[in-house]
């Protein structure tokens, strides 16, 4: 059993070793204010970075803390959202405006999940919840409220999400050297009108079986799977992205990207392997087990393809883990590496999961989580590191995918005070969970939970995630305190003083 079990371990499956491995040294916050205890986030910083907000999802073998997060990039904790496993955490653009999007729900050890996007405005108030339902068969026989795979949930310019789906489907697998009536999960993806839940499109892997073999998969079919409860993942999508006619997908386990068009036909095969596919490519553009595949620079004559190289796989190490920028030429078919990004000093495998984000066409900065290995890295125009940060314990904590992204939010909550009566003294401890523009906390008196004249005590600089101030005047029953940026008043709450 344990043998098929490593061997076919393909995604997300480490973490059930690491979670036995019970290895958590890594250092967890404690806050007074939150009843957080997220990771702390460790920065390098090596150059000069972008604007931005680093955006993770981390899991694993933490004691707690399992959440979207979002930290600044010296490391402070900005937000941490509901305890949920999520992943794709990230700002995108919906109706012409800024939103965060995520996914949450379920990982099944198999290397796929169960759940729902959702997406918030800039207080996190949710405005769209986005499920797929449908005839789905899952390992366990159970019904599930929501089918949206943990690996996509890529909001278009037409205001649609595309997500991806796994199905348990019974096929032959005797092309491979199975029977004829085993299981294999099917790979799918949907197109949904995120305003009304709509599916305006949806494509299956299985339903092109002859424009993409089973042969081809480099996912060997190995010991007990091959049932309903273990079933063969052949294809394993990772990425969709929508393109002029039709749509690019990544699947991992053909180490290949494919241009399927709107009328589902699959056009072309861009391979890792050198010879294989429709494509000739240069030896640098060489990858495998690949996630996060995007499209940018679309003509009819070619496009720019960025993606996560991961170049590995659970029980082997192969070549360092890259991001990779391609520039492929649809006339000559033809391949052509711009950018090969990978820290010389800090040399990654990351065996599963991760991802490529191009921060900007201005400044050409690249942002990539290392998925599996707990670690996100910036590189500038030069391909220099000039940010790395860590969440958690080599191996036994990872985030799907990272970003880091601009952001500007004040929640629909309140601040969160707690004041800590000594004699003739107090210390208030303040935060306000997913705040971005304050800079500055103001504490008056306060007469009563309602009263609305107040004198001025203190002021004090924010100080990260949580700010401390004393105060010694403790004649008023109550504080009144107030979430600034320089005099402005952006939120306050009035709390009493013992
Ligand atoms: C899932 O697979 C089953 C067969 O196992 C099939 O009947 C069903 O239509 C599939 N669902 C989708 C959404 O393709
Ligand atoms: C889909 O469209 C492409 C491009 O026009 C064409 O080559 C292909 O044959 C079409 N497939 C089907 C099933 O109509
Ligand atoms: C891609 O397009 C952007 C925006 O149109 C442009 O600034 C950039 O130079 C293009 N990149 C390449 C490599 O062609």
Known sequence: MLRGFLAAISTLTFLSLGALAQDDHWPYMTLLT??????????????????GYIFIGPRGNQPSGVAALIYDDDGNLVYQGPPD?????????VFNQNVVTFWAGEMMFLGFGYGTVHILDNTYTEIYTVVLTGNFISPDGLPRDSYIDLHESHVTKRNTLLVTAYNVTQFDLTPIGGGVDQYMLDSLFFEIDIATNEIVYSWSALEHIQEIPLEQSKQDLVDEYGT?????????????????????????????????HTNGTVMWRLSGEKGVGDFEIDDDAVFSWQHDIRVRNQTNDGMIMDLFNNANRPLETTAPTTGLS????????????????????????AISQGNYQLMSEQTNHVFMSYGSTSKVKEFDANNNVVLTAQFGDEGAVASYRGYKCQWKATPAWKPAVVVERNLNSATVL?????????????????SSLESTDHTFITSVKRTGFETAADVHNLRSPYFQVVARKGNIPLSSIIVPVS
């Open 34 to 51: 939150a009843p957080f205890t997220p990771p702390q986030l460790e920065v390098k910083k090596t150059g000069l970075t972008d604007p």
């Open 85 to 93: 496993v999520s992943a794709n955490f990230k700002v995108q653009r």
């Open 228 to 260: 309903l409860e273990m079933p063969w993942d052949g294809y394993h999508i990772n990425s969709v992205e929508l393109v002029d006619e039709g749509y690019i997908i990544s699947l991992r386990h053909y180490w290949s990207s494919y241009y399927i």
């Open 326 to 349: 391609l520039a492929v030429d649809l006339v000559n078919r033809k391949v052509t590496t711009l950018r090969s990004l990978n820290d010389e000093d800090d040399v990654i495998h």
């Open 430 to 446: 303040m935060s306000w969970n997913g705040a971005t523009e304050y800079d500055n906390w103001a504490i008056y008196t306060a």
